[in-house]
């Protein structure tokens, strides 16, 4: 590695000094002195000053600002030069926008405009209704109680009972019904030629096999 710097000092090659030139940093040792400028890399107390972050006082809580409307307009009350502050007009309705909505009765009784139903021939409507209200016609979905007497279902007596059979039976090949309006007779032997179905003694149906041809 040839560590051997051709003298018999070994220390000659020690740092003798090192100091601050402005905005460099110096060393020295016996072979003379080396110089790095700090300027690109840190602040001088200069640059620093430049930067005015001074309000010229010695208060540092005097920049505190409180807010207020102004009209629609909420601003800070110690606002940067050119602040503006923001329009709450398109956010919240004003005093006016709401009073513009006139939903005052001009009466001190929250209860008045209450209302109860009642029914006018098949109208169904409020007793207390707003302008031009023209109630439900309940016609078209319930019947009323002459539509219901139109229906006719009285028999024209109060006897709900004598409209039942009271008895039924076969004479003679006729079949017979009977109840409180008497007694209905249908024949059940057919008239046409060579039928050969006739009554029997009891009044039943039978087939004559004597008179089948």
């Not at 007793?127 to 139109?150: I, K, M, R, S, Y």
């Not at 007596?157 to 017979?176: C, R, V």
């Amino acid at each position: 590695l040839d560590t051997d710097d051709a003298d018999s000092d070994p220390t000659n090659e020690y740092n003798t000094g090192i100091s601050l030139n402005g905005t460099s940093i110096e060393v020295t040792d016996a072979g003379g002195t080396l110089s790095q400028n700090l300027d690109g890399t840190f602040a001088t107390d200069a640059e620093l000053a430049a930067l005015d972050t001074d309000d010229a006082d010695s208060d540092p809580e005097n920049e505190l600002s409180d807010i207020a409307l102004s009209g629609t307009t909420l601003e800070l009350t110690n606002a940067v030069t050119g602040a503006t502050g923001v329009d709450l007009d398109g956010i919240f309705a004003t005093d006016a926008e709401l009073a513009a909505l006139d939903t005052d009765d001009a009466d001190s009784d929250p209860e008045n405009e209450l209302s109860d139903i009642a029914l006018s021939g098949t109208t169904l409507e409020l007793t207390n209704a707003v302008t031009g209200a023209t109630g439900v016609d309940l016609n078209g979905t319930f019947a009323t109680d002459a539509e219901l007497a139109a229906l006719d279902t009285d028999d024209a007596d109060s006897d709900p009972t004598n409209e039942y059979n009271t008895g039924s039976g076969i004479t003679a090949g006729s079949l017979q019904i009977t109840d409180g309006g008497g007694t209905e007779s249908v024949n059940l032997i057919s008239t046409d030629l060579n039928n050969n179905l006739t009554a029997g003694t009891d009044g039943a149906l039978y087939l004559n096999v004597a008179s089948v041809s």
